[in-house]
């Protein structure tokens, strides 16, 4: 599906929360950054105890392997990941993008959203943020919105939930009007020369 497709929705303008960066970082830091820098501080402290000639090609090694790509993913990926996450609700569908390395986008039609769901993990309550999660009926998944604050994600879920229930509402439901080129054909009028025979006067001359 394209904009053109999709009367009056724009591309995504509204950025999530700014301390999505600092959620982002410190997902970093627990889930990649955290360990490869544990790591390499572990093979460090193994080869100054045990072997300590490995120490001239080993520090260089670990640097280039480890430490260097667990401090640049920190430090870019959130920069990144912010950068790329925007979302845009229109009158009959949702526009998100995601991503910091491959960028994606996805429209979707609001009269096909199923459910609306707010999930927080324990690092999100932490700064108080939320993400999204709009299920539809399409075989591409669900569309996820992260980094919201609290209060901006139950407003959209509100907003989205509002506005797929208006999408799937028929016009059928709408109370039928006349058709202005129908004919109405009008009962046949009495016939005033029409004989009524009335009991007793049968073969009255």
């Known amino acids: 599906m394209s904009l053109s497709d999709v009367p009056g929705l724009?591309?995504?303008?509204?950025?999530?929360h700014p301390r999505a960066r600092t959620w982002w970082?410190?997902?970093?830091?627990?889930?990649?950054?955290?360990?490869?820098?544990?790591?390499a501080l572990a093979l460090g402290l193994l080869s100054v105890l045990f072997f300590a000639g490995a120490l001239p090609w080993l520090v260089p090694l670990l640097v280039v392997t480890l430490v260097a790509p667990a401090l640049a993913y920190a430090f870019l990926m959130p920069r990144r990941r912010y950068a790329g996450h925007a979302w845009e609700l229109g009158a009959h569908a949702v526009y998100a993008a995601d991503g910091w390395i491959w960028r994606r986008r996805r429209i979707t039609p609001l009269s096909q959203v199923q459910t609306v769901d707010t999930v927080r993990g324990p690092i999100q309550r932490r700064y108080g943020l939320a993400t999204l999660t709009?299920?539809?009926?399409?075989?591409?998944?669900?569309?996820?919105?992260?980094?919201?604050?609290?209060?901006?994600?139950?407003?959209?879920?509100?907003?989205?939930g509002?506005?797929?229930?208006?999408?799937?509402?028929?016009?059928?439901?709408?109370?039928?009007?006349?058709?202005?080129?129908?004919?109405?054909?009008?009962a046949p009028a009495p016939d005033a020369h029409a004989r009524v025979d009335r009991p007793g006067t049968e073969g009255a001359a």
């Open 162 to 186: 509002r506005a797929a229930h208006t999408a799937r509402t028929p016009d059928a439901h709408a109370a039928p009007t006349p058709d202005a080129h129908a004919t109405t054909t009008p």
């Open 25 to 39: 970082t410190a997902q970093a830091l627990v889930t990649v950054s955290g360990p490869m820098l544990l790591t």
């Open 134 to 160: 709009v299920t539809t009926a399409s075989t591409a998944g669900e569309v996820r919105i992260a980094g919201l604050a609290d209060a901006d994600a139950e407003e959209l879920a509100r907003l989205i």
């Open 10 to 16: 724009r591309p995504p303008r509204h950025p999530v």
